[in-house]
């Protein structure tokens, strides 16, 4: 069998398709609902960090480092498998949900702290001086500056999250790198892992594209 009839099937590859769709549906879904939980999470959990009584400050802290140092594998494994050994079940969905989502949240969190702090403090001192309430000084004020900053990493950080997606294959959820495996494991070919790091590179490589820009776009700006 040559090298692309091992690699690159086409037939195998068509046949793989439909599953290969599903399975990134399933990716879709997973990462929209860690996104959205984990960025707005981040952000509560920043103003939290910053701005809270000293021992919600340091309780914050603590969930930023240690969910920033633990591998988000190690998380989703504890989640699915350890907690119903104290009562707990939660489904593959939900596991790989709440893994995500709190690892984005920890992630997202330092971004929106180094966002905010970016702020000059004359800002703040200035609001204070007109006497502005504190949600009106980081609703108008603080956090429209902020999300200018803090755009490109959580684009990033988004596409990381993406990525991480494939670690859901551990708790059975089937999404595309499971649904690849499953088809290259029905055909004995291993075309439809080629297919599924196709489609993980055409979804991913302009998003990629995208933070570089927006890199750029910050630098240029700010140097002005």
Known sequence: MSLIDTFFNAGVMQDALPALLRGLLNTFLLALAAIGIGVPGGLLIALVRLY???????????????????????????????????????SSWSSAILALSIVMAAYSAEVFRSGIESI????????????????????????????????APTTSNCVSMFKDTSLASTVAL?????????????????????????????????????????ERKFRSEKGH
């Open 52 to 90: 809270a009584p000293r021992v919600f400050r340091l309780l914050a802290i603590g969930f930023i480092d240690i969910f920033r140092a633990a591998p988000v594998l190690v998380v989703m494994i504890l989640i699915y498998f350890a907690l119903p050994f104290v009562g707990i079940s939660l």
């Open 120 to 151: 000059p403090k004359g800002q703040f001192e200035a609001a204070a001086a007109l006497g502005l309430p504190f949600r009106v000084v980081m609703h108008k004020i603080v956090l429209p500056q902020a999300f200018r900053v803090v755009v």
């Open 174 to 214: 089937p999404e595309l790198l499971k649904e690849a495996n499953n088809a290259q494991a029905l055909f004995a070919n291993p075309s439809p892992l080629i297919a599924a790091a196709l489609i993980y590179i055409a979804i991913l490589w302009p998003m990629v594209r995208l933070v570089g820009l927006l």
